[in-house]
């Protein structure tokens, strides 16, 4: 029996809810959560328990330790593999003129779209052995951001991997550190912190060249600051310890973090941007989120996990039609490339993994009668930085892309990449014991950071690295 084999018969065996996606009905309850508050309205659950009480590493396991950082960039609506990081031609379907494929250090890659990336093959790994659990979009967008079926036990109350991050690092931030942890840029549909704290959560919101918005006021900082310090006086008591539980103490830190970000010019030194520093990236909502995330880290004021949302992907119809696809990765090209060159520049490259992957792929070989390509299981990641090998891709697929090729998964486990493995590959190269167990979830199952990983079901991609 195959590697392979085996791991599907245990998920037979201890099915924690990877049938597919059609044999249940989407939860609703995070849905519910969500507009209740989120993590706010469930905060309370979890008592009083500090990270470092509630947390156990269920196995000793050696950790990658690569990354200081991380750049989560979710294209969602699904992007065609075979037709950008796994590229196949199919006759008389591809459009080669315009795609111009090419084999570089051993990668084929329409260089026609993809000019810039085509040529710094040697920053980065493609994985192409990557296997989706769930065609919904919604569902396998959520899966992305917490390595779990959101409909699972405990899925819909599931922090996203930023959440989890934040909390891992909590201890490390200094006074000054004065941005968020966890970012979320042009990302408001992001997975929140889940039954954890609403400090967890991910800071939300939408880049524009003229930085954050109301982190002024109009009636200067020493008015300001006079209104915040009545505002203490007045009601801290119901803040500090509060008699009302742990939500009113969410909002004060709420308010706390909020105020240091206020009349802060190393705020607007990261958050805003020129028109010059902005055309490189190519003048994108991808490109401006992409640079404010190499802003914000160059800044070295706290925030260690990124999450960049890159969305209209969903190509059912006319894929090849230059406004669709293609330009869409001139622009995805563009942004991610110049950020890498950035990174390097300014001596962060090293330091920050980049993760980047759709929720599932596209339909293989010929097109559909719209001429777009549907929802797929097989997929690609991206991955880049943190020492990352480059010039290579992990895992190969059979010729039209639709199946990994058995004989070529590309890393230890020998079978398919699995949200999960790429959540465990994030967690173990930040220096994050994957295998660890919480258990200060409000029904006292364990929340295992990565599902089974503690039996070895999942576990990091460590071929990216050599």
Not at 81 to 90: G, M, P, S
Not at 272 to 300: H, I, M, Q, W
Not at 312 to 337: E, F, T
Not at 343 to 355: C, E, Q, R, S, W
Request: with cysteine.
């Amino acid at each position: 029996m195959s590697p392979n084999e085996k791991f599907l018969k245990f998920i037979n065996k201890y099915p924690h809810r990877h049938k597919n996606f059609f044999d249940r009905p989407f939860s609703s309850r995070r849905n519910f959560l969500r507009l209740g508050g989120g993590a706010l309205s469930l905060s309370w659950l979890a008592g009083q328990a500090k990270a470092n009480e509630v947390r156990i590493d269920k196995l000793d396991v050696p950790l990658l330790n690569k990354a200081k950082n991380c750049i989560f960039i979710l294209l969602s609506g699904a992007p065609s593999h075979v037709d950008t990081f796994d590229l196949k031609i199919t006759p008389n379907v591809t459009p080669t003129a315009v795609f111009k494929p090419e084999t570089v250090n051993g990668l084929l890659l329409p260089t026609g779209i993809m000019p810039k990336l085509s040529t710094m093959t040697a920053d980065f790994t493609v994985v192409r052995s990557m296997r989706s659990w769930a065609l919904v979009h919604t569902l396998a967008q959520m899966w992305a951001q917490i390595g779990r079926n959101p409909v699972a036990a405990l899925g819909d109350i599931a922090p996203n991997i930023g959440s989890i991050v934040s909390t891992e690092f909590e201890s490390q931030r200094k006074p000054t550190d004065v941005l968020p942890t966890f970012l979320a840029l042009n990302s408001q549909s992001a997975v929140s912190s889940g039954y954890l704290a609403s400090e967890y959560a991910p800071f939300k919101t939408n880049v524009r060249q003229d930085g954050l918005q109301n982190v002024s006021n109009p009636d200067g900082q020493t008015r300001f600051n006079e209104r915040y310090n009545f505002m203490q006086q007045m009601d801290a008591a119901n803040r500090v310890d509060s008699p009302y539980g742990r939500p009113m103490e969410d909002m004060d830190a709420f308010y706390k973090a909020a105020k240091a970000m206020v009349f802060n010019p190393a705020v607007d030194a990261a958050f805003k941007f020129t028109a010059a520093e902005r055309a490189p990236y190519g003048s994108t909502a991808l490109g401006d989120a992409c640079l404010t995330a190499r802003k914000v880290l160059a800044a070295n004021a706290g925030t260690r996990f990124i999450q960049i949302t890159s969305g209209g992907w969903d190509d059912h119809q006319n894929i090849y039609q230059d406004n669709v696809l293609p330009a869409r990765v001139r622009n995805l090209d563009a942004a991610v490339s110049q950020l890498i060159v950035d990174l390097k520049a300014n001596g962060l490259f090293n330091d920050t993994m980049i993760v980047m992957l759709g929720e599932f792929g596209r339909t293989t070989g010929n097109l559909s009668a719209a001429q777009g390509r549907d929802h797929f299981v097989q997929q690609f990641a991206f991955f880049a930085g943190a020492g990352i090998k480059g010039n290579r891709a992990i895992g190969a697929t059979n010729s039209l892309g639709s199946f990994s090729d058995p004989n070529n998964y590309g890393w230890y486990k020998q079978r398919d990449v699995r949200p999960e493995d790429v959540e465990a590959t994030i967690y173990s190269a930040l220096g994050i014991n994957y295998t660890s167990i919480r258990y200060d979830d409000p029904f006292g199952r364990g929340f295992e950071y990565v599902p089974y990983a503690h039996e070895d079901l999942y576990a990091p991609v460590k071929e990216l690295w050599g």
